[in-house]
């Protein structure tokens, strides 16, 4: 008792409030602000007072448990290393005590030994904002982390399945940085009009600029199926017609059959995964490529055929054309089969 109050009287006489003396028991801890089935909410005041630089000027760290799902935040104090929970309020700030000796490497080794390794917020679904605050008079930084694994987790099922009725009902945002990427990968796979129309709806839950691209891509397939089924009915029409009509109309069932439509190409995917060099650059040659594909197929199939020209030049090319070809580009594959070249050359001689 006589010690309390002891030190109530000296932080008294240092102009201290009985605010900031109280405060002292409640910073540098973890407090959970919200825990949804969605979401999860986190907040740590950390003392600012004599925080030093660790790296790249940087005085805060983030790392991460994946064995304890854990993310960290480290300090560097004085004479010491701290590592704050922000996952788990109720774990005990990890301490390093170091010496003028101790580098900022050594304590990255250390962290290792405990499964502890520099995290990048964005890859394991979180979003922090650090503040400047003064809570009760005490200096520090507020750090609030919002954990979207598993709403982030749900999403990825619905693109990957291209199935949106789980998240259909759910109302939390999920930032777009934390999706976006994923999101575009499988829309280059997406095929048929069923695929396009769930990622529609997922794209509008995300307000993804991908929501308006798809509407076209949907409404172009559908006029092109659209045209593909008129064909197929004008041509059993037809072979019905050649059916029921006499033999010595025979010359008139020709002159209708010859009425086709255009010839019809291959799928974009043959173009893009099977196709060769030569078929490829004939079919974007035509000018009937433009009208089938849309403008991101189109440049797609473009630089699918410049790999696919640089692939033959390499393998085919004679030692003029890939000497030309290393003189614009110094792709030093060219120099290698040059070398090659030159030296079957000389032992031809």
Known sequence: MQKF?????FFLLNGCSLNSILALGEVDKTQVVKYSPYVKHYRAYLTRTYLKPIKNGKKYLYFYNAKEKDLS????RKNQYIL????????RAVIFNTTHRTRYRHIVRKLRQKHYFPASCAKIACIP??????????KTLRIEVKDYRRLQNMYKKAIRTYNAKNIRSIRVKLPKQLISAYFKRYEKRAKTQKQLKQL?????????PSAKSLAKRIKKDTVKSGKENKIKEKKKATEEKIKKEPQKEEVKVVEVVMEKPKKQTKSYYYYLRYASYGELNHYLSDGDARNDLTYNQYNTLQKRRNVLKEEKLLR???LEELIA???ENKDPRYKTKIMLLMKKVQENK
């Open 5 to 9: 109050l002891l030190l109530l009287f």
């Open 73 to 76: 935040i480290l300090v560097h």
């Open 84 to 91: 704050y929970s922000l996952y788990h309020p109720k774990k």
């Open 129 to 138: 904002h650090v503040a400047l605050r003064r809570y009760k008079g005490i």
């Open 200 to 208: 529609q709806v997922i794209a509008k839950k995300l307000q993804l």
């Open 316 to 318: 085919d090319g004679s």
């Open 325 to 327: 070809a290393y003189k």
